[in-house]
């Protein structure tokens, strides 16, 4: 809160007005109001009812955000200890949710903790979320919002939310059967390292689509579980703001990353499986293939872009 309000206290310096007043808006929808004095301010809690106008709402025993814009801004460097952060997107099948978390709850290292982000609370799904959150305060956060958003608005929410020094994108029909955070984390740890990730993927001679790659270094990785350090994700931007799928905005985001410093898969096969795949196999084919043609074209232009800067 406190990050927030201060960026807003920037901008009015710097009279960028828009960025004062948005960032005040943001404010409010967590609950404050900024009251300003000469150069400084104070935040106190907004007694008007504002928030619940603006979309929050209490919803099974949890609050829910208007959309995850809404979410805090982490204020850095985050609590001791905290090594990392594995980001979930909970968008319904509550059972692949409560198999994913008791896998992470099982072999994620010490310092690692677990922020899920909510969407509409489709079949219960936040539910659950908010159950296993309350029993395990210390290693689960949860997060709420009202309804249907783009998948790279989602996953930059929890970004922004993030203290921990790396960020771990994760999939809930990804599943631990070991400790495969821990080499990610080492490989990250390499100098020149950005990302590493479980499943990474070079272009075809041809351009037209992506194999498989690893281990070792590659051009891109897929968001089944990809750690990133949060310093490089946030230089190029975050996530493809707009972005409403998720294969090609992995592939888009890595060709970002790159620019910044080499992007590796571990050696040797990680502990874990991959159980049905929700977001790809249980959405509608036609949906699909017209995101992913539409996705393909910004990752062909960076791609284009990244081997003239190599040639």
């Given at each position: 809160m406190g990050d927030l309000a201060r960026r807003r206290a920037a901008a009015r310096q710097a009279?960028?007005?828009?960025?004062?007043?948005?960032?005040?808006?943001?404010?409010?929808?967590?609950?404050?109001?900024?009251?300003?004095?000469?150069?400084s301010f104070v935040l106190v809690p907004d007694a008007s009812g504002e928030v619940a106008k603006r979309g929050t709402a209490a919803s099974g025993g949890f609050r829910q955000l208007r959309d995850p814009g809404a979410l805090p801004v982490a204020e850095l460097p985050g609590p001791p200890g905290r090594v990392a952060t594995v980001a979930l997107l909970v968008e319904g099948w509550p059972d692949d949710l409560r198999t994913c978390l008791a896998a992470l709850l099982e072999h994620a290292p010490a310092g690692v903790m677990v922020s899920g982000l909510d969407v509409g609370n489709a079949d219960g799904a936040g539910e659950v979320l908010h159950e296993l959150a309350t029993a395990y305060p210390g290693r689960i956060e949860e997060w709420h919002v009202h309804g249907a958003t783009g998948w790279g608005a989602a996953r930059n929410g929890l970004l922004r939310a993030d203290p921990a020094p790396v960020h771990v994108l994760m999939e809930t029909s990804t599943i631990l059967t070991g400790d495969a955070i821990s080499p990610l984390l080492a490989a990250l740890a390499e100098p020149g390292v950005v990302a590493a990730g479980w499943r990474g993927a070079d272009p075809d001679s041809d351009l037209r689509g992506f194999h498989d790659a690893g281990p070792g270094p590659v051009t891109a990785l897929l968001g089944y579980l990809l750690a990133v350090r949060a310093d490089a994700a946030a230089k190029v931007g975050g996530l493809p703001a707009g972005a409403r799928f998720y294969r090609n905005a992995d592939l888009e985001f890595s060709l970002r990353l790159g620019r910044e410093g080499s992007l590796v898969v571990p050696p040797g096969p990680l502990p874990v499986r991959q159980a049905r795949h929700r977001g790809y196999h249980d959405t509608d084919p036609a949906y699909r293939e017209a995101e992913s043609r539409r996705n393909y074209r910004r990752v062909l232009d960076l791609l284009r872009s990244h081997r003239d800067s190599e040639a």
């Open positions: 009279k960028d007005y828009a960025t004062a007043d948005d960032l005040r808006a943001r404010i409010r929808t967590l609950g404050w109001l900024v009251q300003d004095s000469g150069d």
